[in-house]
């Protein structure tokens, strides 16, 4: 609805074979191009793609494993094991609920709090956040063990209070990490001369490159645990 296309007969748009006689140079142009301006990046455009590669090493787990977590570490249960690790999950996924509602918010707020304090100073300021929530987390699955409830009851509930917190404020650090580096590495890019595309595929690959080195190093990681 808010976008306008233009007509393809009034675009100048080539013949199918041609267009697709110049699709392989065009990848190979591409890749070369993505490679070679590399060498362009500014300071400010590596210390945001080495941002952002560090931000996903911590959310990929999250993203993952946060309803596993409600179920085992605060509910105590295992999986086919018994009604509390199902009971973990839903109650986890109504934590992401309320971390979607949070995110939703935010997301309709981010203008003007990058207005009013700057788009890297937001940024920081979320990326704290998500630290001291997840340290959080660790703080709360010390107190569960330290209870000892699991396995003979359900959690307190200031225990599942705290959890069901840590998922709603993790809703703003998300919103921000979903949007503002875009707009930063968009920023610092445009600046050098560089294609918008170039900057999104090149940040992409610094959100990318986080999750390969942790699905590479699970394996090893079960390995180790498997030994121990």
């Known amino acids: 609805m808010a976008a306008h296309e233009v007509p393809l007969s009034s675009s100048g748009a080539q013949p199918v074979e041609a267009a697709a006689g110049e699709s392989g140079a065009a990848g190979e142009a591409f890749l070369w191009e993505l490679f070679g301006t590399v060498r362009y990046f500014s300071t400010p455009v590596w210390t945001i793609l080495s941002a952002t590669a560090l931000t996903w090493i911590g959310w990929f787990p999250f993203l993952l494993f946060d309803t596993d977590w409600m179920g085992r570490e605060i509910y105590g249960g295992e999986p086919n094991e018994g009604p509390n690790y199902d009971t973990g999950v839903r109650m986890g996924a109504i934590g992401l609920l309320l971390n979607s509602v949070v995110l939703g918010i935010t997301s309709v707020l981010m203008e ?117």
């Open 112 to 228: 003007r709090l990058c207005r009013k304090w700057g788009a890297g100073f937001v940024w920081g300021i979320s990326n704290i956040l998500m630290a001291v929530c997840f340290i959080a987390m660790l703080i709360v699955t010390y107190l569960a063990n330290r209870i000892a409830y699991i396995g003979k009851e359900l959690p307190p509930t200031g225990i599942v209070i705290a959890a069901l917190t840590i998922f709603t404020v993790l809703g703003f650090p998300l919103a921000i990490t979903y949007s503002v580096p875009y707009a930063l590495v968009s920023t610092h890019i445009q600046s050098l001369g560089l294609g918008q595309g170039l900057s999104m595929g090149v940040l992409n690959l610094a959100i990318v490159f986080p999750q390969v080195l942790l699905f590479e190093l699970s394996p090893i990681s079960c390995f180790f645990c498997w030994m121990g």
